[in-house]
């Protein structure tokens, strides 16, 4: 969820289910992870609609657009203490009461999508990290959506590139836009990141045959790549669909030594 989605993260609006779902994950001996946006605010979310001052202005005071992801968003401004205490007691109720080891971290650039108080872009998103880490303790945390030097040391995961496509073909504009290609550039010549400023997180790989453009030997290329030069490995598919040969890319993926 981006955070702006939450009204409040007590028990009226978030019942016993989500710790429920942590504790079955814990009882089969694995650790709980939770996806969230912290720092973006939606259009239609509680935050937008009652709490506008808690978001970033430009210096004529116009609300900044952050993304047009999934019908856009807006940021919040880490420095409003209202806004710290909020972000606050949300990882409080994820990692504390629910009890998820746990979260992946998206679009963290989003509160330096410009300058504010002062500060460079850059130097907003170093503090905005430090926080986040004060945030989490000692819990792990997956940054996504982040330039890379201001996550060094303060993530225990990262990912160091643009966001696998579904097909092979580059239409990509950027060198961080969703492009197959540029995500296996990405995570080859930012090896070198790994196990120094954090552990790489490649992005998925995908050897599905539905929803998918690419031919078998193309998506088993990344799967290797993935496998070679990164940390964490993701897939996003409904592994019971796959054939004898796909189990078999599967298994050689996730059981090949670095």
């Known amino acids: 969820r981006t955070v702006g989605d939450w009204l409040e993260p007590d028990k009226k609006k978030f019942p016993s289910g989500m710790k429920a779902v942590a504790d079955s994950i814990h ?99 170093c503090e905005a990290m430090d926080f986040l880490r004060e945030c989490c303790g000692d819990k792990i945390i997956l940054g996504c959506g982040v330039p890379l030097a201001p996550a060094f040391g303060k993530v225990d995961f990262c990912r160091i590139g643009a966001d696998v496509g579904l097909g092979w073909e580059n239409n990509a504009f950027s060198r961080e836009d969703v492009s197959t290609q540029h995500t296996l550039m990405n995570t080859v010549f930012r090896r070198h990141l790994d196990g120094r400023a954090f552990l790489n997180d490649p992005d998925v790989f995908l050897l599905r045959d539905n929803n998918i453009q690419m031919p078998l030997n193309k998506r088993k290329i990344v799967a290797k790549v993935n496998s070679l030069c990164g940390n964490l490995l993701f897939v996003s598919d409904d592994v019971s669909t796959y054939t004898e040969e796909q189990k078999k890319i599967f298994i050689d993926t996730v059981s090949s030594p670095k």
């Open 27 to 125: 009882k089969h001996n694995m650790l709980a992870g939770l996806w969230l946006a912290p720092f973006a605010v939606t259009p239609k979310s509680h935050i937008f609609k009652q709490h506008k001052d808690w978001l970033v202005r430009d210096e004529k005071g116009k609300y900044h657009f952050a993304s047009h992801n999934w019908g856009g968003f807006y940021a919040l401004d880490i420095y409003n203490e209202e806004v710290r205490s909020y972000i606050r007691k949300v990882f409080d109720t994820v990692l504390n009461e629910w009890g998820y080891d746990m979260v992946k971290l998206d679009f963290l650039y989003a509160c330096s999508i410009i300058p504010i108080h002062g500060k460079s872009r850059g130097e907003i998103m």
